[in-house]
């Protein structure tokens, strides 16, 4: 297979996919029922020689208002061998879009600030070209098209639902591309091991008796306990975590009493932080380091506390090998210049790590910043300011693709 050949065969994609990139922009859908952009995507794709799964068992919906939304798309190699995963994430963001684009969001609260729209747009592209090459494919793909990764663990849901099952033969590999607006136009940007940053939230509440503010010793003050509860985390990151596997706590919301109310003590005092770590065992080691250390400092002063420790994401780790592979496929197609190893992994989280729990894989981020503006300052991520120049979508689609090739090519028997 000559991947150089694919993103000149992609090329012309490029009005289509803007097409697809824009409708679904325009109306924005969010968390795990994304049922308009994912029908956009499969009328995008209708026709080709694949199979479309819906997976919607619906075993972990019970809890949801309306119905998961997602599918699993098969594009059958006309040679045997291996199963390799792509997905692309479909959801949008709860806010209001201000970049005046001619195709801003039209659904006010809403926006595609992180760029999913165009990963559904890769997909439509990646599926077109694996699709029209199939007699070159040496085993299959399997393309997620996921809903929820905005703090839904919609790939973790996918998973439970039994995605991996589907696959006909041995899982030898899956890729996710992301799109950044702090990265160049066209350049990708990945690295082995951890890539991107466990998150979990840590809820607080302290309970003690409130009283009068003039007679503390009558009452258990919660708002003294938060406060020394508060600084101590950020001792305990530096005295029970290596400074070479870091810990970020970033106490987010803080509340304890009436505001403007002064010369009361109240009840009970809380905060919520989000915890960011680069492994597993920090992720556990903040649990119960911060259990301890909340109910140790309340304790001291007679209160009691209540913690809430909910994990959102596990660190999201590539494997070395996937990762050669990425740099190898970069180069092939695009030459040097495109692909760049990242010194240091980021502290943003991504549900595509609970894929790559499960199987070994590689996560690359694709630059979108528009030529005009500069990645280091452009509007980031989640900005209502984010804009996420679509030209990149034929290469990108193009890249996906040829991972898929490629690895199932290196794994092939008969290669
Ligand atoms: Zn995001
Ligand atoms: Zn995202």
Redo the contacts with the bound molecule.
Sequence with gaps: MKLKALADEAAPYLHELQSVRRDIHRQPELGLHTPKTLERVIASISGLPIEIVRPDSGHSSPDLDAPMTSAIVRIRGGKPGATVILRADLDA?ALNEDTGLDFASEVAGRMH????DLHAAIAVGAIHLLATHRDELAGEVLFFLQPG??GYRGANRMLEDGALDYASGAIAGAFGLHVTTSQPLGHFLTRPGTLMAAAATLDVTVNGRGGHGSAPHLALDPNQAIAEIITSLQTMVTRRFSAFDPVIITVGWLSGGERGTSNVIPNSASFGATVRTFSEQNLAAVESFGRELVAGVAGAYGLSAHVDFSIVTEPLVNSAEHVDLAERVATDMFGTGRFTIADTPIG?A?DFASVLRAVPGAFVFVGACPPALDPATAPY??SNLAQFDDSVLPDAAAYLAALAFARLEDVSPSA
């Design positions: 963001l600030a992180c760029g999913h990764e905005e943003g991504e991520n989640h």
